[in-house]
């Protein structure tokens, strides 16, 4: 007996010892639930390199895409808990509780959270010949083509198809949702005309527009922006559906149970990302905003994303979208 709590001791020992020795010049790898070249992809990626910089190791973004984030989401959570597999993802983790009647984890439970990362507003969007060229306008050619209107999406839980869910409720109209691993492929079949309608982020769309290859209608936020490209465009709200906010957050998690003390580096490496020039430099130039606030703390973190679960649960429910 005695033999066996001296070798659990050792474990423990080498464990704790491993811990504080993170990252030892291993990669690390950020899981990305969405398609390569999307948004949430663009802030990884930026964060990655950014983050690199504090933990002196690489990190690799893997995009395992699909199912609206639910399978990297997934993949995080059934990942090994040492700190060298961490998620980043969007408002998805609030969304996905209400929009799937089983998930293979627990949002709340299976993730230790590392800090939020920013704030991205979203442009609703459309092909580049479609006869709309303004919002008004836009109303007047969905009332006249009614049943025959695809909007494109990331997949059920997909801050994409929030955006298009609220959307469609406030106008009381359905269009026929066309489902992709993110919505950088989604984007390049609205480029093709092969879909209509896209709701998605400033990070995703602020080129596109400022080059004026897709037709750009309005902004989600409440307040109108002020990023060069965007600046012209209304607030859904002020366009006539009022209280018309949907704004996206990022945040990165780790699988439960990984040590505190890796938690603390990589908590570390996320808010000195928050003050790299570099970081913060390209983030704005796409119309981010990023947190600043005490959500870089992981227990605020969870906080907020408790709140946020608590405040899309009931929009949803009501929408009666769900998966199975
Ligand atoms: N913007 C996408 C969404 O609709 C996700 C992505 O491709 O990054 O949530």
């Known amino acids: 007996m005695k033999k066996l709590f001296a070798l659990a001791a050792i474990a423990a020992a080498a464990v ?10 291993k990669t690390v790898t950020l899981v990305v639930p969405f ?4 948004p949430t992809d663009r802030v ?9 910089k504090t933990l002196g190791t690489t990190i690799v973004v893997d995009n395992t895409a699909g199912a609206g984030s639910s399978i990297g989401t997934a993949k995080v959570a059934r990942a090994n808990p040492d700190g060298y597999t961490l998620l980043l993802n969007h408002i998805g983790m609030s969304t996905m509780p209400a929009l799937y009647r089983k998930l293979p984890f627990n949002v709340e439970t299976d993730f230790e959270y590392l800090g939020m990362v920013n704030e991205v507003p979203m442009t609703l969007i459309g092909k580049p010949g479609l006869p709309a060229n303004n919002y008004k306008e836009l109303t007047t050619w969905i009332a006249a083509n009614k049943g025959k209107i695809n909007l494109g999406n990331a997949g059920l839980g997909a801050a994409s198809h ?15 949702p066309v489902p992709y691993k993110g919505t950088a492929p989604a984007i390049a079949d609205l480029l093709g005309g092969q879909i209509d309608l896209l709701c998605d982020q400033t990070t995703n769309t602020s080129s596109q527009i400022g080059a004026k290859k897709v037709k750009a209608y309005a902004v989600t936020t409440s307040k109108r922006l002020t990023t060069p490209a965007l600046k012209d465009l209304p607030t859904l709200d002020e366009s006539g559906l009022k209280g018309f906010e949907v704004t996206i957050w990022h945040g990165v998690y780790a699988p439960k ?7 603390k580096k990589l908590n570390e490496a996320i808010k000195a990302a928050m003050k790299d020039p ?35 649960g009931p929009i949803i429910k009501a929408a009666g979208v769900y998966a199975d």
Request: aromatic residues 6%; glycine residues 10%.
């Open 278 to 312: 570099g970081f913060i430099q390209r983030e704005e130039a796409l119309g981010a905003v990023i947190t600043t606030d005490k959500r870089t703390e992981p227990a605020e973190h969870k906080k907020f994303v408790s709140s946020e679960i608590a405040k899309w």
């Open 257 to 263: 149970g990984t040590p505190a003390p890796v938690l």
């Open 162 to 176: 929030l955006c298009g869910l609220l959307f469609q409720s406030a106008l009381k109209v359905e269009m026929t």
């Open 44 to 52: 990884a990626r930026d964060l990655a390199e950014a983050m690199q």
């Open 16 to 25: 704790g010892a491993h811990a504080q020795d993170f990252p030892a010049g």
């Open 35 to 38: 398609a390569a070249g999307g």
